[in-house]
């Protein structure tokens, strides 16, 4: 076999590698629940109610519930005296010890339960399931939990709920105590949930703790109207607040902390804006005056569709707010309609990955330490961003002080249909359009202290319609299109239909994560990997090898005689070399990159109008010439302007080129020369008269 068979077999082996890494994307798992119709819309959000409340939940220990109480204001010390009182009353069919008694007891819509201080563990709701409960069919989530259906739910309540309020409308249960920390409600790790309200239309949870699932604390399904006030969760396996399929809700005053996946998790509220620009009627769900912190992230929401988020706090987490169209099985996707102002995202760049790395996170949850900080995240996120969007259109971020991130404010990417379970050609491009952020504070906080951002904005560059402020710092893409002064305005728009090769592979590479599996994609710099670990590093020293070595083979065997030829050679190499350095400044914004390929399209240009004037296979030569106009064209791409309502960028056609030259370089440098392929300065000419 001849070197040159064996360095094409070699060289194909090592691009099918390549590929093979760039559609390896594995399933990801994330909350899975049953089929869920969206509601009507018929409801409205509940109003809290002052009068006496109808039911009560207390402890009987006298004693320990003085102690609990001694120090509240002498009038609310009083009433919850009274209601101890009247809780504990011989023959009461109003006080019970448990908060699912009074559930149970509920036996019209409209009713209260009060809460008494202490600590509520539910104990009669904690054992597994016997008898029929312990052998229902249903399908396997992809943690390992049953997805069971609403009758099931109703039959069984307590396989995965501690507390279960089934059906029951317009129901209102509240801590009576001076603060949320007054009433705990602890599922010791026993069930998925703390507390589900499925089902149960104008539900309204006020002044309570909720902790310690392998779940969520609070979750509300299929609800049309809810209210969470001033209730406090922490210390999940996933979420602390979650609340699915539901419309007319209200978050307000909340916080939440310690949980493996976000703080509040609006999923798949309600779709009303479908279809619509950035003018909306109403929002199926505001958030407002709420703190999540020291999670995975502090907000997030698959089809987190039609939420208005507004003065809260998302700090010290992994991530402040995602939303996405990531995951099947969600109502509503793709995601649209989210509305962020006023919030302050900050010093999200907690990394709670060694806790997945060394075993912590495989132990049982109550011995990972959650209540000593540990976190175990449940899936890829990258540490030090603000805002994450994968894949939501319609979205607003705007008058937000977003500072102190090391990696992003601002992450905006497109996902694919079919990672969502969706086939059809035409909605493979779906996402990714229409986001605006405008009028936000980036790199300050609200004193005007500069407090910057790593980069402000990384973007893959798929989508149209996207818009950032023009005050924006440093970006990837350097140059982005600019926010008019209206809502719709776009100056720059691209429309581009797939991301960035290089983005493109790093997000792929990184969504390989399994915390189940102790899985940390190496490669991917989310998970620490460092310099040449980095996927992107790792491509860009690749390519740089196979170019080096065809390029110097091709001026050796073909060029060595022009000095055209050898400059451009000389460029080459150096801007391969650039490249390499600047694939691992991928963090830090810098002219580097845009420079490599400045140098490296001046080699091909060069190249080929050397090839062009040796008489080398012509084809070949304009081949060559044209892949250096692309280079040139992608520097300028990168660098100056993203050149608007083109499909692909200059980086996939030149990529794809790229690999017919590199292969057509080699054919050519293999080829035994012939006069006619032989540089003129190589040839010897013998003078008239001489011997032949």
């Known amino acids: 076999m001849s070197w040159t068979r064996r360095f094409v077999l070699a060289l194909t082996a090592v691009l099918a590698a390549l590929a093979a890494t760039l559609v390896a994307a594995p399933a990801a798992l994330a909350h899975e629940e049953r089929p869920v119709t969206l509601p009507d819309g018929s409801g409205s959000v509940p109003v809290l109610?002052?009068?006496?409340?109808?039911?009560?939940?207390?402890?009987?220990d006298r004693a320990d519930f003085e102690r609990r109480i001694a120090a509240f204001p002498a009038a609310l010390k009083a009433r919850n005296l009274a209601l101890f009182e009247r809780c504990t009353a011989p023959g009461t069919r109003q006080g019970f010890r448990h908060i699912q008694q009074a559930v149970d007891a509920v036996d019209r819509p409209g009713m209260t339960i009060a809460i008494l201080p202490g600590l509520y563990e539910e104990e009669p709701s904690q054992p597994a399931p016997t008898g029929a409960c312990a052998a229902l069919k249903a399908p396997l989530s992809g943690?390992?939990?049953?997805?069971?259906?609403?009758?099931?739910q109703k039959r069984c309540p307590h396989n995965q709920n501690l507390v279960a309020i089934l059906g029951k409308k317009n129901l209102q249960i509240e801590g009576v105590g001076a603060s949320r920390l007054d009433v705990v409600v602890d599922a010791k790790y026993t069930k998925l949930n703390a507390i589900r309200a499925d089902g149960s239309d104008g539900v309204y949870f006020r002044n309570f703790t909720a902790q310690r699932t392998t779940f969520n604390s609070l979750y509300v399904l299929a609800a049309d109207g809810f209210v969470i006030d001033d209730v406090l969760t922490r210390w999940n396996d996933e979420y602390g607040f979650l609340t699915f399929a539901s419309d007319h809700g209200l978050y307000k005053n909340c916080e939440s902390y310690g949980n493996g996946d976000s703080g509040i998790y609006p999923g798949s509220a309600s779709n009303i804006n479908d279809g619509r620009g950035y003018d909306v009627p109403r929002y199926a769900i505001e958030i407002t005056g709420c703190r999540s912190h020291h999670n995975m992230v502090g907000y997030s929401g698959t089809a987190g569709d039609s939420v208005y988020?507004?003065?809260?706090?998302?700090?010290?987490?992994?991530g402040g707010a995602s939303m996405d169209s990531a995951f099947p099985g969600h109502p509503g996707l793709p995601q649209n309609h989210a509305r962020f102002e006023r919030n302050l995202i900050h010093d999200n760049n907690a990394n709670y990955y060694p806790y997945v790395a060394d075993g912590t996170c495989a132990k049982p949850p109550a011995e990972r330490g959650y209540e000593q900080g540990v976190v175990c995240p449940q899936i890829s996120m990258p540490p030090g961003t603000g805002i994450i969007t994968a894949g939501g259109n319609w979205n607003l971020y705007e008058n937000n002080w977003v500072y102190g991130h090391q990696r992003a404010a601002f992450f905006l990417s497109a996902v694919p249909a079919f990672i969502r379970g969706e086939s059809a050609w035409g909605k493979q491009t779906d996402t990714s359009h229409h986001n605006r952020y405008a009028g936000n504070h980036l790199?300050?906080?609200?004193?005007?202290?500069?407090?910057p951002n790593r980069t402000d904005v990384w973007w893959d560059g798929q989508g149209?319609?996207?818009?950032?402020?023009?005050?924006?710092?440093p970006s990837t893409p350097t140059s982005l299109p600019a926010c008019g002064a209206a809502r719709g305005e776009v100056t720059g728009d691209t429309g581009r239909l797939v991301g960035e090769p290089a983005k493109l592979a790093q997000l792929l590479v990184c969504a390989d994560y399994n915390v189940q599996a102790r899985r940390l994609p190496a490669g991917c710099d989310w998970y620490g990997a460092r310099g040449i670990q980095r996927v992107e590093t790792q491509l860009a020293l690749g390519t740089?090898?196979?170019?080096?070595?065809?390029?110097t083979l091709l001026w050796w065997r073909r060029l060595r005689g022009s000095r055209l030829a050898a400059v451009a050679t000389g460029l080459g190499l150096t801007g391969l070399a650039l490249d390499v350095a600047g694939s691992t400044l991928a963090l830090t914004p810098t002219p580097v990159p845009a420079l490599a390929l400045l140098l490296t399209?001046?080699?091909?240009?060069?190249a080929g109008l050397a090839l062009r004037a040796s008489g080398t296979r012509p084809a070949f030569a304009w081949t060559t010439v044209a892949l250096g106009a692309l280079t040139l064209l992608d520097a300028f791409d990168k660098a100056v302007l993203m050149i608007p309502w083109i499909p692909l960028g200059p980086a996939w056609i030149r990529g794809l080129l790229a690999v017919v030259?590199?292969?057509?370089?080699?054919?050519?440098a293999g080829t035994r020369a012939t006069p006619s392929t032989t540089t003129s300065s190589t040839i010897t000419t013998t003078p008239a008269g001489s011997p032949a």
């Open 601 to 606: 399209g001046l080699w091909w240009t060069g």
């Open 661 to 668: 030259w590199v292969l057509w370089a080699v054919i050519a």
């Open 464 to 473: 149209g319609g996207n818009c950032w402020q023009s005050d924006a710092g």
């Open 443 to 451: 790199g300050v906080d609200r004193a005007g202290t500069s407090r």
């Open 143 to 152: 943690l390992g939990y049953q997805i069971l259906s609403y009758e099931q």
């Open 49 to 60: 109610r002052t009068g006496e409340p109808d039911l009560l939940v207390c402890k009987a």
């Open 309 to 318: 988020v507004h003065d809260n706090e998302f700090d010290h987490n992994m």
């Open 544 to 551: 740089a090898a196979v170019l080096a070595l065809v390029g």
